[in-house]
């Protein structure tokens, strides 16, 4: 079975401070992997996806992702976080049962 | 081109009734599949549809089901609803015929059971 853990409910940073949220998949196969941000009553955007090649992949917002095949994790990071990215992060596992599996979610405040 | 639109936005039942929320996806999208976002559950897969069969579908009772018209448009219907069934309704949809591709997805039919 496929399943997603972001360890992180809710965390707070600071505008400019840099950011890493987790997660970790179980898959059985290759998967691929893809992190959503939802702002509130909207549905889901996409940042990234990793489905082979390179293992750090850029996504928009000047978001990137590494996926880590030895440690079954695909984290999701920014550099310099502005208050704009207050939102709430998914991270998503997928393969070719055509569903995806999604963590529970990190809620991002971000602090001016 | 126009992203995945779903209809009505809003929507407010009582038990026992039934509703049905459509699904219109991205021009060209033959994929869509239909998604429960609770607080408590999270993002749970209801179902997917490709050329109007159903290839894969998720642990919900029976009285979910979906279908999918020759346009590619999708439906879900939910009967005799239940308090439990409010949520927020996500339809998301993708261009290949096998395989994960990415799925687009749209702003969501929030479902609120009274």
């Known amino acids: 079975a496929q399943s997603v853990t972001q360890p992180d409910i809710h965390i707070t940073v600071s505008e400019g401070a840099s950011l890493e949220l987790r997660c970790n998949y179980s898959y059985g196969a290759t998967p691929y992997l893809f992190w959503y941000v939802q702002s509130p009553g909207q549905g889901l955007q996409l940042l990234l996806k990793y489905f082979s090649g390179d293992t750090l992949v850029q996504g928009i917002k000047g978001f990137e992702a590494e996926f880590k095949r030895s440690q079954s994790s695909f984290n999701l990071r920014k550099p310099s976080v502005h208050w704009s990215d207050a939102a709430e992060y998914f991270c998503a596992v997928g393969g070719s049962n055509y569903k995806l599996t999604f963590g529970k979610g990190t809620l991002l405040t971000v602090n001016p | 081109k126009a992203g995945v639109t779903q209809t009505p936005r809003y929507l407010i039942k009582t038990r026992g009734q039934q509703v049905t929320l459509s699904c219109s996806p991205i021009?060209?999208?033959?994929?869509v599949s239909w998604y429960q976002q609770t607080p408590g559950q999270g993002l749970q897969f209801l179902f997917e549809y490709f050329s109007e069969t159903q290839r894969n579908k998720g642990n919900f009772p029976g009285r979910f089901s979906g279908r999918q018209f020759s346009n590619s448009r999708s439906e879900m219907n939910v009967s005799t609803l239940e308090l439990g069934d409010s949520a927020l309704y996500l339809c998301a949809s993708s261009p290949l015929s096998q395989g994960q591709e990415t799925q687009y997805f749209g702003p969501g039919t929030r479902l609120l059971v009274l």
């Open positions: 021009s060209g999208h033959r994929s």
